[in-house]
């Protein structure tokens, strides 16, 4: 079962539910939260760890999650070998993907970025095909993010090393055994990879005092 779900993070959580959601963190997490200066960017972290924890316990029973990284920096579940997840935040979003396959998903808020970036991350197809067009760009930008944290490897290789193209049916990306979905709701493009094949047109949208009921 794979499960794509996403929620709009606000500027500031209460004071209470900040240092909750806080305590939930992995412990390398909290440390690292916890140096933050810019508040809204401590909240994006939080927010997609509750999502986390949100459907694990909603959909797999799992309460309390003990996570690890690997060494590229890829979390897991290692009580859970057979259930992987993917989980990422902006300013403005926070986006979360469990399976029972490997995943990986991104999410960001669309907006203006110099000409130069687009052309030093994208292949020509996907420049021509985004033609200028800030939601076609970020589109891209996110599949590129999700298909190397469906890997696990990170940003170790350039972006341009996977080319992804749209066609009736959505994404597709030059990788066998590697399907995509992307989605543009509202001033944010979405991102995801699996090795399911059976992919949801777009995240589910949540209200954040949804997220915060469950704990």
Known sequence: MLRWTAVRTGDSLPEE???????????????EVRRIKDKKSACGILTAYALLRRELKLYHGISRPVIAYEKAGKPYLPEYPRLHFSISHSREYAVCAVSD?????????????????WRRVLTQSEYSWADGDPGRLFRLWT???????????????????????????????????????????????????SAADAMPAGPEILPVEEILSVF
């Open 101 to 117: 396959t490997p995943v990986g998903t991104d999410g960001e808020t669309v907006r203006a970025l110099r000409d130069s970036l």
């Open 17 to 31: 539910e900040y240092g909750r959601l806080l305590d939930l963190l992995p412990v390398k997490r909290r440390a």
């Open 143 to 193: 599949l590129k993010e999700s298909y190397f944290k469906f890997t696990g490897t990170g940003l170790a290789a350039p972006l341009k090393s996977v080319e992804f193209t749209f066609g009736e049916n959505g994404p597709v990306v030059n990788r066998p055994g590697v399907f995509a979905a992307s989605a543009l709701i509202s001033d944010a493009a979405f991102g995801l990879c």
